[in-house]
């Protein structure tokens, strides 16, 4: 290697690559907002059974539950995986990540498990429950709590130190919680009614009723109210201070067809920054103006099956849907708006959008089964888990190539700085009669 050669080449390149700044930042064309640019896939196969559920654990990796009770730790950028948590012997129901290294799993085999994410040991199994352990929630200052089928809400300290027990005033099964504040902690099951607890006093408080059906949803939708959601199609919005309703952003009369099948069930509730709440409707999704209690925009025909679950990429303006059919969408609107976007003033309050309309920008098949979660762990990548046993990673292939190419100017300016150094090192030998000494040298 000729070393003029090699110092010319490094003075070009040291003004061609720029470091620093955001690694997978990318120019977007007016092309890009009308396309489906998320085309590259990487199929992570190693689950035995349904995996139901997906946690992100850190920028880098991510966890997936399974119906025969296996936790895996995968690596989304290469897609390996970093670690198997084998314990459970029964579905996995619930994933939370407790702490940076702690992640916390609840089972039908009525256990709970606290995993150590550095070593993949199970440092702890929590055993005080008799049923199906179907929620776990974080309230805060160290604890979380679990609820069962059995009728129980235990908390417990993040080390799996008990605390103490609540029972249940409902028989029925769990579906989900919700803590607020006020150490309130609201609990929906297969009962049309809301309960609420206090997590200080471990005492049953108040029941909120609406609801006609089963509520299977509960998010909190802005700093000041949360939202539930039931089969029947009902979306209700509700203060958390006085817990009572303040808007209902959905309630369809008629929600069952001929065949008693429930046509306007909601799945899935995702709060869109402080102002916007999107729901899986049916075979559907709708996205409302918490404020308002307009709905911005309507798509009732968004897969051919019930839509499973929605999540928001692109800062704000597309959307992925997934659903019983066993595919994956991606949605643009008719105006490039960040549904995302958080305003700290009360102006954008005021201001009113008008009515947008979904724009289909691509299908996405890999599936062969239902997909059941979708997870964004960049603004333009995800992963999706199935029925058919599989998850798969979904990356927008020009924001991947131009990572990679950055990668690679990154390596390449590396060994050419290491070569300049090495080259001005020999520079500083000098040849003398014959002999070869270093500067400093005496002789």
């Known amino acids: 290697r000729d070393p003029q050669w090699i110092l010319k080449m490094f003075e070009f390149l040291k003004g061609k690559i720029k470091l620093g700044g955001d690694p997978r930042g990318s120019r977007r064309t007016p092309q890009d907002r009308t396309r489906n640019t998320i085309n590259e896939i ?16 850190d920028e880098s990796r991510i966890a997936s539950g399974c119906d025969d009770g296996v936790i895996i730790i995968w690596d989304r950028i290469t897609g390996g995986d970093v670690m198997t948590l084998v314990g459970h012997n029964s579905r996995i129901n619930c994933l939370l990540l407790l702490e940076p290294n702690t992640l916390v799993s609840g089972s039908a085999d009525k256990t709970i498990r606290l995993w150590n994410l550095k070593t993949g040991e199970c440092t702890k199994i929590l055993r005080s429950h008799e049923g199906s352990v179907s929620c776990i929630v974080s309230l805060g200052n160290d ?3 679990s609820g069962s089928n059995d009728r129980q809400l235990i908390i417990w300290r993040n080390d799996g130190e008990f605390l103490n027990k609540v029972e249940r005033q409902e028989e ?7 803590p607020i504040n006020g150490n309130r902690l609201i609990t929906a099951s297969n009962s049309s009614l809301l309960l609420v607890y206090k997590t200080d006093s471990f005492r049953y408080n108040k029941v909120l009723a609406y609801h006609k059906e089963s509520v299977r949803c509960l998010v909190r939708a802005s700093a000041t109210t949360f939202a539930s959601a039931s089969l029947d199609g009902a979306i209700v919005i509700w203060q958390t201070e006085s817990l ?5 952003l ?4 008629k929600y069952k067809d001929e065949n008693k099948v429930y046509i306007y069930n909601v799945r899935y509730l995702l709060p869109l920054g402080d102002r916007y709440l999107a729901a899986t409707v049916g075979r559907g999704f709708r996205i409302y103006d918490v404020f308002s209690g307009e709905l911005v925009l ?16 692109y800062e704000g303006t597309k959307f992925v849907t997934c659903a019983a059919d066993s595919s994956i969408r991606l949605w643009g609107t008719s105006q490039r ?7 700290k003033s009360n102006e954008h309050k005021e201001t009113r959008i008008r009515k947008m309309e979904p724009i289909l920008l691509g299908d996405m098949w890999a599936h062969s089964d239902s997909v059941n979660q979708l997870l964004a762990f960049t603004e333009n990548a995800f992963a999706s888990c199935s029925s058919d046993s599989s998850v798969i990673l979904w990356k927008d292939g020009k924001v991947e190539s131009e990572f990679r190419n950055r990668i690679s100017a990154v390596l390449m300016y590396k060994q050419l700085k290491d070569m300049e150094k090495q080259y001005e090192d020999e520079k500083k030998k000098v040849t003398w009669r014959g002999t070869t000494f270093s500067h400093g040298s005496h002789g």
Do not use: G, W, Y
Not at 48 to 57: P, Q, S
Not at 172 to 178: A, G, I
Not at 337 to 343: A, E, G, I, L
């Open 42 to 57: 990487q199929i992570l196969e190693k689950h035995k059974d349904i995996v139901r559920l997906l946690c992100k654990v």
């Open 143 to 145: 604890t979380f709590c």
């Open 172 to 178: 029925e099964n769990l579906h989900c919680m919700l």
């Open 244 to 248: 009572s309703p303040l808007k209902v």
């Open 250 to 253: 959905f309630d369809p009369e």
């Open 298 to 313: 309507n798509c009732n025909d968004a897969h051919e099956a019930d839509v499973n679950h929605i999540i928001c990429l």
């Open 337 to 343: 708006f960040n549904f995302k976007r958080k305003d």
